[in-house]
């Protein structure tokens, strides 16, 4: 059973957050019905808890990136100060409590889901650098808000963030990045 819970999650996630790179439009056919799925308590909505105040972090994007992981929305990337000095240095470990947030925008302007991810104390996920994650989408679209059963607040340990997890597997430090050609090069003062 935890198992095809993972795997419905799972499948959630993907289309939420646009996995393997598909476009919104196409993830749709994919989705499945949340009815009929455990209780999660890591899946009930709520106000956004950890990055609630992303606006006061420091914006590490230029412009808007399109982000084809991020189910081909653009994104904005703030880091908050704890995190903020070693984001911005590539080689550096992100400190426990850095919390990132990507800002998302529909193609036709509208909000997005809000992802977050926070370093967690050692121990918390060893396997995945410790890294909690989240998504919330307060207000989707009606067709979404269909699919996905209304507003969501997915975060670790929920299996509908397993896809958050295998795909920042996938990068150094656990982190996508912002484009070169689309990222600070400083610290704001």
């Given at each position: 059973?935890?198992?095809?819970?993972?795997?419905?999650?799972?499948?959630?996630?993907?289309?939420?957050?646009?996995?393997?790179?598909?476009?919104?439009?196409?993830?749709?056919?994919?989705?499945?019905s949340?009815?009929?799925?455990?209780?999660?308590?890591?899946a009930?909505?709520?106000?956004?808890?950890?990055?609630?105040?992303?606006?006061?972090?420091?914006?590490?994007?230029t412009?808007?990136?399109?982000?084809?992981?991020?189910?081909?929305?653009?994104?904005?990337?703030?880091?908050?100060?704890?995190?903020?000095?070693?984001?911005?240095?590539?080689?550096?470990?992100?400190?426990?409590?850095?919390?990132?947030?990507?800002?998302?925008?529909?193609?036709?302007?509208?909000?997005?889901?809000?992802?977050?991810m926070?370093?967690?104390?050692?121990?918390?996920?060893?396997?995945?650098?410790?890294?909690?994650?989240?998504?919330?989408?307060?207000?989707?679209?009606?067709?979404?808000?269909?699919?996905?059963?209304?507003?969501?607040?997915?975060?670790?340990?929920?299996?509908?963030?397993?896809?958050?997890?295998?795909?920042?597997?996938?990068?150094?430090?656990?982190?996508?990045?912002?484009?070169?050609?689309?990222?600070?090069?400083?610290?704001?003062?």
């Amino acid at each position: 059973m935890k198992r095809l819970q993972r795997l419905v999650g799972f499948a959630f996630l993907l289309s939420a957050c646009g996995g393997a790179a598909a476009p919104m439009d196409r993830q749709g056919a994919a989705m499945m019905s949340a009815k009929g799925m455990a209780a999660d308590p890591a899946a009930m909505f709520g106000p956004l808890e950890v990055g609630a105040d992303w606006a006061s972090y420091v914006k590490f994007n230029t412009s808007p990136v399109v982000s084809e992981t991020h189910g081909g929305r653009l994104v904005d990337t703030y880091v908050n100060a704890v995190g903020a000095a070693a984001y911005l240095d590539e080689e550096a470990e992100l400190p426990v409590g850095a919390v990132i947030v990507k800002t998302s925008t529909e193609r036709d302007g509208a909000p997005g889901p809000i992802f977050v991810m926070e370093k967690r104390a050692p121990g918390f996920d060893p396997e995945h650098g410790d890294w909690a994650y989240a998504i919330h989408w307060a207000a989707p679209p009606p067709a979404w808000a269909k699919k996905l059963g209304g507003p969501i607040y997915w975060r670790s340990p929920s299996p509908r963030v397993g896809y958050c997890v295998e795909c920042h597997d996938n990068y150094d430090r656990n982190l996508g990045g912002v484009p070169s050609d689309q990222r600070i090069t400083a610290l704001p003062e």
